[in-house]
């Protein structure tokens, strides 16, 4: 069921057998030292494709029943937004780590509740707003935090995607991956301002200004549900009083930096102190450690297992993501 590493193995179990956890997470999970126990959905179907597959542990309609039968040491929730704040609160009153995709919850009120419970009973809830450990965005936020950056001025992004069923379910659904970039990146944030345009039933596009809380930099994020989802369709731009920044398509980082005076000497040789630095990652995108690597799956997957063995800690919990929530939740309220 897994390659191990040494040590004894985490008993994992599964909540969702869709798409993404049977195409993307569970590969890559193989990688690591657990021994997925049981997996759950509400669909028979797509649990006997999952275990004729991947050979995996008994197979479940109810994660409770689960959870109770298996007691698994973590669980990963990838449904929606109703049942990963049920099955977290669940696990956790469990004594049970447990990581959900986005949205972890409905709304901010949710989130404390849940981040009150996770210091409660010491165990965790983990986020998978896997921009946190995107290449890109990891170098970004390391920049940022650099004296020589100064001041960030000005966040700017923006996210093409496809058509969604509603402008709600594009906010919560899409648009707070991109809250919660800012959040990681800046911090607390606040004063939404919204422009929207309808194109359709379920097309249209968002510029959703914002200032953030410790620097007051300017922030907008726009975002359209008009085109095809294929890459590219992502990018970040961040000004600093030193310098600034692009993460273009998670792939490619690009920063610029102030450098030294060069009126009359044209000729001025390179510097380690003043020219710009880009990033691109190397050796392809094939399917030796997966295509999502530069988008911080793999990252996200590893450290969990690892916090949840006991081995450091998980760097996005709950209590992380109140800002992001409490953001959504104001935008939210603002376009009913």
């Known amino acids: 069921m897994a390659v191990t590493t040494g040590g004894n193995l ?90 959900t995709e986005k949205a972890p919850c409905q709304n901010a009120a949710q989130a404390e509740e849940l981040a009150a419970l996770q210091k409660k009973t010491g165990k965790f809830m983990g986020v998978a707003f896997n921009r946190r450990w995107g290449t890109g965005y990891v170098l970004a936020k390391q920049v940022i935090g650099e004296s020589e950056f100064g001041k960030v001025s000005m966040f700017y992004s923006k996210f093409n995607t496809r058509a969604y069923r509603d402008l709600d379910f594009f906010v919560y659904n899409h648009i707070i991956h991109l809250f919660d970039l800012a959040v990681y990146l800046l911090g607390e944030l606040a004063n939404p301002v919204i422009q929207t345009l309808i194109y359709g039933e379920h097309n249209g596009a968002m510029a959703i200004h914002f200032t953030a809380v410790k620097s007051k930099a300017i922030c907008t994020i726009q975002s359209s549900a008009t085109e095809d989802e294929a890459y590219p369709m992502e990018r ?101």
């Open 10 to 99: 985490l008993k994992l179990a599964l909540v969702g057998c869709g798409s993404f956890p049977f195409n993307v997470l569970y590969p890559i999970l193989r990688n690591q030292p657990i021994d997925l126990v049981g997996i759950c959905d509400i669909d028979p179907a797509r649990t006997e494709k999952f275990s004729r597959f991947y050979k995996a542990g008994r197979a479940y309609t109810d994660y409770r029943e689960m959870i109770r039968t298996e007691k698994p040491d973590a669980v990963i929730c990838v449904t929606n937004l109703d049942v990963h704040y049920e099955a977290a609160k669940f696990c956790l009153e469990n004594g049970v780590n447990v990581l």
């Open 236 to 336: 970040l731009d961040v000004a600093g009083t030193g310098g600034n920044l692009v993460v273009d398509n998670w792939r490619d980082f690009h920063y610029d930096r102030t450098g030294p005076e060069r009126d009359i000497n044209f000729a001025a040789p390179l510097t380690n102190s003043g020219d710009s630095l880009s990033w691109r990652p190397a050796g392809g995108y094939g399917l030796g450690r997966g295509i999502f690597s530069y988008m911080g799956f793999e990252y996200l997957l590893s450290e969990f297992i690892n916090a949840a063995r006991g081995e450091g800690k998980f760097s996005c919990t709950i209590e992380d993501c109140i800002p992001t929530m409490k953001i959504t939740d104001e935008v939210r309220r603002q376009i009913k």
